[in-house]
């Protein structure tokens, strides 16, 4: 039966997911980029919720949630939706209906593809940005949904634990990113001319929005106005605080002067990384998972990527992809049964397989995810060609691919 509060709060949680999205990842990525490229990076973020939306409604959903083929995909009794209505699926989400259901998910589709531009930024096509995205979202996130979330799923039926994305949303997307990063080729100037952001303001903001939207994203993964949720709202913000304030410290100690941009950065790392904990860990095992997060993602962003001189120019490998393959591996360390019946407990609770099993998901997901990224790639370039002319990266993406000017100065 349907259950009113339930579906209230998915309503406003998909809500709230979308809102991750569109104005939130435009405005942290838009800040963080030049100039001459904000409408650009802004219009990817716009962009991507138009296209799998629609994606999503004709056989994305299908092929994410629908009846199991093989462990590996969902079959096509979805296609358009056909079946999908106000009738609750008892598979999935028995007290809200099941369109809300699909909904809900349908937002979580859309950001993923769209971290992955920040590695990217400022030099891909807008039409090769395009192919790409459609072709990863139906070749990549729609088969990892299944493995993970789907009923059926290969992943799912042998033990792996993400409750609300870190293997389906931020290792997908973020180790992907890095295949981005290392396929495109640098930017022209790259660690020889400053690259600043060129608008904080517009970051911070859409770090607040992203915060704020988060708690859709994780306690309505719960799918009922429940405990579960009340927990996963509260750890989901411990955790960001610990996280943005360890990054600050960091900082402090390092460089003698902590930046909002870090604490910024670091509360992102923070919400990404106990993402796929959230629904199963205590507010005191997410301080220490926010902690790890900045810890680990601050390495990754500062030491490793200098190390290797790859441009994953906004960080989304360094944040999301380091930051979900951790908080998957924490639930292996911090997941209680006694916080949520429908989990596990991990090995600091007694059940080291646990941490097992959910390092074999997260390498299994990496390794599909990099490889299909990796030929969705090489073929675009063969075909349409990945980057933008010399000329153009000068002269900006949101002039050459648009036709238009962020900031208009007037006489």
Same mark, same amino acid.
């Given at each position: 039966?349907?259950?009113?509060?339930?579906?209230?709060w998915i309503l406003v949680s998909t809500a709230l997911v979308?809102?991750?999205?569109?104005?939130?990842?435009?405005?942290?990525?838009?800040?963080?980029?030049?100039?001459?490229?904000?409408?650009?990076?802004?219009?990817?973020?716009?962009?991507?919720?138009?296209?799998?939306?629609?994606?999503?409604?004709?056989?994305?959903?299908?092929?994410?949630?629908?009846?199991?083929?093989?462990?590996?995909?969902?079959?096509?009794?979805?296609?358009?939706?056909?079946?999908?209505?106000?009738?609750?699926?008892?598979?999935?989400?028995?007290?809200?209906?099941?369109?809300?259901?699909?909904?809900?998910?349908?937002?979580?589709?859309?950001?993923?593809?769209?971290?992955?531009?920040?590695?990217?930024?400022?030099?891909?096509?807008?039409?090769?940005?395009?192919?790409?995205?459609?072709?990863?979202?139906?070749?990549?996130?729609?088969?990892?949904?299944?493995?993970?979330?789907?009923?059926?799923?290969?992943?799912?039926?042998?033990?792996?634990?993400?409750?609300?994305?870190?293997?389906?949303?931020?290792?997908?997307?973020?180790?992907?990113?890095?295949?981005?990063?290392?396929?495109?080729?640098?930017?022209?100037?790259?660690?020889?001319?400053?690259?600043?952001?060129?608008?904080?303001?517009?970051?911070?903001?859409?770090?607040?929005?992203?915060?704020?939207?988060?708690?859709?994203?994780?306690?309505?993964?719960?799918?009922?106005?429940?405990?579960?949720?009340?927990?996963?709202?509260?750890?989901?913000?411990?955790?960001?605080?610990?996280?943005?304030?360890?990054?600050?410290?960091?900082?402090?100690?390092?460089?003698?002067?902590?930046?909002?941009?870090?604490?910024?950065?670091?509360?992102?790392?923070?919400?990404?990384?106990?993402?796929?904990?959230?629904?199963?860990?205590?507010?005191?095992?997410?301080?220490?998972?926010?902690?790890?997060?900045?810890?680990?993602?601050?390495?990754?962003?500062?030491?490793?990527?200098?190390?290797?001189?790859?441009?994953?120019?906004?960080?989304?490998?360094?944040?999301?992809?380091?930051?979900? @393959? =951790?908080?998957?591996? !924490? $639930? #292996? *360390?911090?997941?209680?049964? /006694?916080?949520?019946?429908?989990?596990?407990? +991990?090995?600091?609770?007694?059940?080291?397989?646990?941490?097992?099993?959910?390092?074999?998901?997260?390498? @299994? =997901?990496?390794?599909? !995810? $990099? #490889? *299909?990224?990796?030929?969705? /790639?090489?073929?675009?370039?063969?075909?349409? +060609?990945l980057r933008v002319t010399d000329e153009e990266e000068v002269v900006g993406l949101?002039?050459?691919?648009?036709?238009?000017?962020?900031?208009?100065?007037?006489?």
């Open positions: 039966m349907i259950n009113s509060g339930d579906t209230a979308m809102l991750m999205t569109i104005p939130g990842l435009a405005l942290f990525y838009g800040g963080l980029v030049r100039r001459k490229n904000v409408l650009a990076t802004m219009m990817q973020s716009f962009f991507v919720l138009c296209l799998i939306s629609i994606q999503w409604v004709l056989f994305g959903y299908t092929l994410s949630f629908g009846p199991d083929k093989g462990h590996i995909i969902g079959n096509l009794a979805w296609l358009g939706l056909k079946g999908v209505s106000i009738i609750p699926n008892a598979d999935y989400a028995p007290t809200i209906p099941h369109i809300l259901f699909m909904a809900y998910q349908m937002m979580f589709a859309v950001i993923t593809p769209g971290l992955i531009t920040g590695a990217f930024a400022e030099r891909m096509k807008f039409s090769s940005y395009v192919a790409f995205t459609l072709l990863w979202a139906t070749l990549v996130y729609n088969p990892v949904c299944h493995w993970v979330w789907g009923t059926g799923g290969w992943l799912k039926t042998h033990g792996v634990l993400d409750f609300a994305g870190g293997i389906v949303v931020h290792v997908t997307s973020g180790f992907s990113a890095l295949a981005c990063a290392l396929i495109m080729g640098k930017r022209r100037g790259y660690g020889r001319e400053p690259m600043p952001p060129h608008n904080l303001p517009l970051t911070i903001i859409g770090a607040g929005l992203l915060w704020f939207g988060w708690f859709g994203f994780n306690a309505g993964s719960a799918l009922a106005a429940n405990g579960i949720a009340a927990t996963t709202f509260v750890v989901t913000n411990t955790a960001a605080a610990a996280a943005g304030l360890t990054w600050m410290l960091i900082e402090w100690k390092i460089t003698g002067k902590p930046t909002i941009l870090g604490g910024a950065t670091g509360a992102v790392a923070g919400l990404a990384t106990i993402t796929p904990a959230s629904g199963f860990v205590s507010p005191l095992s997410a301080i220490l998972i926010g902690i790890a997060a900045s810890s680990i993602c601050y390495t990754a962003v500062a030491i490793i990527k200098l190390k290797f001189a790859y441009d994953d120019s906004l960080d989304a490998f360094g944040v999301h992809g380091i930051g979900g @393959a =951790v908080g998957t591996l !924490s $639930v #292996g *360390l911090f997941a209680q049964k /006694l916080i949520n019946p429908s989990g596990n407990d +991990g090995l600091f609770f007694g059940n080291a397989s646990l941490f097992i099993t959910q390092a074999l998901g997260v390498i @299994a =997901v990496i390794a599909y !995810s $990099v #490889g *299909l990224t990796l030929i969705i /790639l090489k073929v675009l370039d063969a075909t349409i +060609g949101d002039i050459t691919q648009h036709e238009e000017s962020a900031y208009t100065l007037l006489d």
